[in-house]
Structures are given as C-alpha cells and as structure tokens.
C-alpha cells in the first residue's frame, strides 16, 4: 500500500501532514514518489488567500484523470482513493458535488479519519506492504513543526482559518511534551511550537517554553505565529532568557494605518505594534523578526498604504510576507466593497517586495565575514543547508564531512536578501 501526499499553506498545514505521514507509516504504508503510483492521495490544503485556493482547484482537478482512467498504472490496479483535508473542506455535500471523483472531505488536523481510511482501503486491496526502514541524512527530519493548539479565537474579518478551524483548543502540556520527546528521541533537533496564536496557548506559553527546554537531545525551539495584541512581556522575557529557544520571532502588524487596522479587526494600533518591537529588541537584541503584511483591503487609499510602506522603512524588518487582499467566503470582510482595483494592489505588492529586498540585503551584508551557528538540516543541490538562530537560510558546500542535524559554527562568505553562503570555521 502506498499513499502520496501533497501539502501548502502554512506551517500548521505542514505540521499536520507530518502526523499523517508518520501514522500512516506505522500502520505499513510507503510514500510514493508521485500520485499515478499510489493507493491513497491526500490533498492537505489552504485557502487562506485566493492563490492557494486556485493552486488547490488545479492540482484536484488534475486527480480525475486517475479516477477516469488510471495511466501508467497496472492495469489490475484499482484508482486511487483521493481525499481532501485542511482548510479547503467546509460545506461537504457542495464539495460532494462539484468534485464527485473525491472519496473523502477530511477537516482541518483530523489525521485519525485520514489514517482510518488508509486502513479501509488496505483491508479492501489486501496490499498492506512493510514499511522501508529510513536511512541516511536526508531522511531524517532534524526541524519539525509541533502543533500545541488548533483553531483561533480571534474575529479578524479577512481571515477565514476560524470559519474551516473552529475556536481555538489547546493541547496539555504533558502531552506536547512527551511528542517533542519521542521527535528528540528520532534524532530531531529543533521543533517550532505551532499555533495559528500561539500567545493565546491556553496553558501559559512561557511555561510551555519552560517544559519543552528541558527535553534532551533537543537543540533549538521556536515558536509562532505571534499575536501584537497578546504577546506579553514574560514570554519575551523567557525566550530571551532560555538558551535554546532561538532569537527570532514572527509577529504580523497587516497595516501600518490605524483605521485600517479596525477595519481588520485586529485589536491593537501602529503605536502600540511599535513599542512591542521595540520591547522585543531591548529584551532579545539583535532578534529576527518577521511579518505579514496585506496590501489593497478595501478602502486601503494610497495615503494609508504610505503608512504601511513607512512602517516597513523605519522597523527594517528581516522578513516581511506580503500578500494582496483577496475576498474569503464567510468573512466580514467579503461584504466590504472591494474597492481596491487589482493592478493596484499587484502595485503596491511589487514595491513592498522591493523595499524588503532591499532591506533584507542590507541587513543580511552586515554579517558578511561574521562567525554564527547554524544547524544543519539537510543536503540540496550538492550544498548542505541550514539556519542561524535567526531563522536566516546558510548554504555550506558539500565536503568529505557529514553535517547533518549538527550545530556548526561557520564564517559567512557571501550575503544575498533571502539567502548567504559559508565556510566551516574550523576548530
């Protein structure tokens, strides 16, 4: 039985299919390098902007060619089950007949459905096949996504992850614990606690932070997606203090205009996001940060988007990620008009990539000839790749030496804005 699984969205999404991957294989299921040649095909999908959404359609649409006819399948092979899980499953008998070819609408997070139909279908075909022992560098995860809630309980009114979510439920410590455990225990070295708002973790984050510290083996944690509204300052002040939860945190202000930020429903002003930076900066110095930024919400005029492009100037962040609006079902804010003309918003799109180009190249240049750590994560291309503590991308050329899953200090030769180059410093 083999099962080919396809994933985008967010780390949440990644996260999940991790858990379905791993369940799946203990139950004696084998990835397969492409659907064609697989029992089972899990779509693990987002619709979090239209793009996703578009991207999701298409690559579904191309799987009713295996239901119609199997190509380059054996012909007493039967077609695959296909199933479809994450944020794109919400009203299933509409789904049910716009895409009749789809044998499963699984929610959000729901592995247990996906793994109880894996079992159907291997107790139908009689293939259940064993599991292939994972060897080598490359097929062992040294950074996995821990989830530690699902859903939110934040109303922002473009945001359609509550509507396919639900609230927010939070797992017991105990329970994360143990998981990072068993992860470390596989040889894991870093694990990013996920939630869509981690700050609103409903046993105390920084104590989470706390626990988690205390799994050996394990050498570095993050976590997000922040919340400005709920990031307090004892969780900035024991990340700093915990020497392995590393110096970088994601926290989206969405605009830089007040009334714009209303309009989002987000619950906290420009003043406010600002003092938190400059909170963070002064507890965690030299701290990565990153953000989410949406351009072209309705009524954005060219004034406010100024404010927003200000904003990005003057805090100079190490990663912004920007995205025009796009209307979600289900939201308030699909009932505003979208007033924002398309070209527009691909506009103002292009000149906050730029200027964060520009800004991350600047900010990257000042650590060319540096000496930082990064672990190592994998090997691509003929380079090894990893990140520093501030979750910046390090490629190291491939030598005699096995790096994976190491901690390795190394001198920067090269600086682009999304990616540097280095030597080992050696001993």
């Known amino acids: 039985m083999q099962y080919y699984l396809w994933t985008i969205g967010c780390q949440m ?26 029992d089972l095909v899990v779509l693990n999908t987002c619709v979090v902007r239209q793009s996703a959404e578009d991207k999701v359609v298409g690559r579904l649409t191309s799987l009713q060619s295996l239901k119609r006819k199997p190509q380059g399948r054996p012909a ?11 944020c794109f499953v919400s009203e299933i008998p509409a789904l049910q007949r716009r895409y009749p070819w789809v044998d499963a609408f699984i929610k959000p997070s729901d592995v247990d459905s996906v793994v109880e139909l894996a079992e159907r279908q291997a107790a139908i075909q009689k293939q259940r096949e064993p599991t292939p022992g994972r060897q080598g560098a490359e097929s062992t995860p040294i950074a996995v996504g821990v989830p530690i ?7 922002c009114t473009y945001c359609v992850v509550r509507l396919r979510r639900g609230p927010e439920v939070s ?25 869509q708002n981690v700050d609103s973790y409903a046993f105390g984050l920084a104590e989470l932070l706390e626990a988690v510290h205390q799994v050996e083996g ?18 900035i002040e024991t990340a700093a203090r915990l020497p392995k939860v590393c110096e970088h945190v994601e926290i989206p202000v969405q605009s830089g205009d007040d009334a714009v930020l209303r309009r989002m429903g987000r619950g906290y002003t420009v003043a406010g996001y600002r003092d938190l930076v400059a909170r963070i900066r002064t507890v965690m110095p030299g701290a990565g940060l990153a953000t989410d930024v949406i351009v072209g919400f309705p009524g954005e005029s060219e004034a406010q ?15 912004v990620h920007v995205a025009a609006y796009s209307p979600r079902p289900g939201t308030p804010a699909e009932r505003l008009p979208d007033d924002v003309p398309a070209e527009e918003k691909e506009r103002r ?13 600047e900010i990257n240049a000042l650590l060319l000839g540096q000496t930082v750590e990064i672990l190592v994560e994998t090997r691509r291309r003929g380079k090894w790749q990893g ?14 030496e096995d790096w994976s899953g190491r901690l390795v200090p190394v001198r920067i030769t090269w600086t682009g804005p999304w990616s540097m180059q280095a030597e080992v410093v050696q001993p």
Request: proline share 4%.
């Open 349 to 361: 799109r292009k000149a906050v990539d730029r200027l964060q180009e520009r800004i991350a190249g």
């Open 305 to 319: 988007f100024e404010a927003t492009y200000r904003l990005l100037e003057d805090v100079r962040f190490d990663v």
């Open 13 to 38: 999404n990644f996260a999940d299919s991790r858990r379905v991957a791993e369940e799946l294989q203990k139950h004696g299921f084998r990835e397969a390098g492409r659907p064609e040649d697989a």
């Open 76 to 86: 007493a092979r039967a077609a695959p089950v296909v199933a479809l899980m994450g």
């Open 387 to 400: 990140r520093t503590r501030t979750n910046k991308l390090v490629f190291l050329p491939v030598g005699e």
């Open 218 to 235: 394990l050498e570095r944690i993050r976590f997000l997606t922040s919340h400005p509204a709920e990031m307090s300052d004892r969780l």
């Open 149 to 155: 809630s699902f859903g939110c309980d934040h109303v």
């Open 171 to 195: 797992r017991p410590v105990e329970e994360i614990v143990a998981e990072v455990r068993g992860l470390a225990g596989g040889g894991v070295k870093e694990v990013t606690l996920l939630g």
